[in-house]
């Protein structure tokens, strides 16, 4: 159990050095747009620099606008706000007010510590919405990778007031119109479904299957598909060809069309082009992300009612 363990933070050591290599890759040289403002490193929560965010859109807003609310991926255990600013600059530019975050990260902090940060943004929006040029009428998500993985379960425990009670805060009380779930994981109660399983333990405990009545209760509450309804938000689901989490998006999308929420399938790229993968929609350089993020803001504009 010992090696176990000393492999799986290895495995998150290795993650938070490689990807950010990645990630810093693709986002060199981008900058600011000339048309954003940005509102930089604003605190949400008790939690110093996992409780920061930043607040994009355009310049010359004289009123509140629709906004989009990201939560970044990174397998649970990797990411920050910082990865997701040009991107989430770009879908600002398309007329949304943005918010990105920070929130705990595991092994440090485990679950629920990233769904109850979720949560405490959801409130300074819903509290702090005039400063920023935020309608509260018109809140969208986005979520990717393992933030698709959040968003789909904060936003079941929003819509789904028996399944809430199995948590620690009482949601924000804000509506979301529609969530986009890119590149994701959503079935985190069966280990078959989760390629990156053993990385979710660094989140949920090693000891999820034990015999206790607290193993119980927490895997209990990770079956977020049993408690979806048809209040849960219209989605927009993409993958890509060489996404390592395609084989999610159809179960997903069946799942959701089951219940009878409105959703969508995308499935973006081509056998030739390999750059177009996990996560592609966030690199401003690719033609595939900007055909994605046009997409996904249609979607969302259709559930626009003034």
């Not at 492999?7 to 810093?24: A, G, H, Q, T």
């Not at 979806?228 to 084989?247: C, E, G, K, R, Y």
Request: glycine share 6%.
């Amino acid at each position: 159990m010992k090696e176990e363990k000393d492999m799986l933070s290895e495995k998150v050591r290795d993650i938070r050095v490689n990807w950010k290599i990645s990630d810093d890759k693709r986002d060199e040289g981008l900058t600011t747009p000339e048309d954003i403002v940005r509102f930089d490193n604003i605190s949400y929560g008790p939690y110093g620099s996992d409780n920061l965010l930043d607040i994009y859109h355009q310049k010359e807003v004289t009123k509140p606008q629709k906004t989009i609310i990201s939560v970044h991926g990174g397998g649970w255990v990797y990411g920050s706000k910082e990865q997701y600013q040009f991107y989430g600059m770009r879908l600002a530019q398309r007329g949304f007010t943005f918010v990105n975050f920070n929130y705990r990260l595991a092994p440090e902090h485990k679950y629920p510590a990233a769904l109850e940060d979720i949560n405490q943004v959801f409130c300074f929006v819903r509290d702090h919405a005039k400063e920023y040029a935020i309608d509260t009428d018109h809140l969208f998500v986005v979520g990717d990778s393992a933030g698709a993985q959040l968003s789909t379960q904060y936003l079941t425990i929003c819509s789904n007031p028996e399944y809430a009670k199995q948590f620690p805060f009482v949601p924000s009380g804000l509506k979301v119109r529609a969530v986009g779930l890119n590149c994701g994981v959503y079935d985190t109660h069966d280990p078959k479904a989760n390629s990156d399983f053993d990385v979710f333990k660094e989140y949920v405990g090693e000891d999820l299957y034990d015999d206790t009545p607290e193993a119980k209760a927490r895997l209990k509450s990770l079956d977020t598909l049993h408690y979806l309804t048809v209040d849960f938000p219209p989605a927009f689901i993409m993958s890509s060809v060489h996404d390592f989490t395609l084989p999610n998006a159809q179960p997903m999308y069946e799942k959701l069309q089951s219940v009878g929420i409105d959703s969508e399938l995308h499935i973006y790229g081509s056998k030739e082009k390999e750059e177009v993968a996990h996560v592609f929609h966030i690199n401003c350089r690719l033609p595939e992300a900007d055909q994605c993020n046009d997409e996904e803001c249609a979607f969302f504009c259709r559930y626009v009612t003034k």
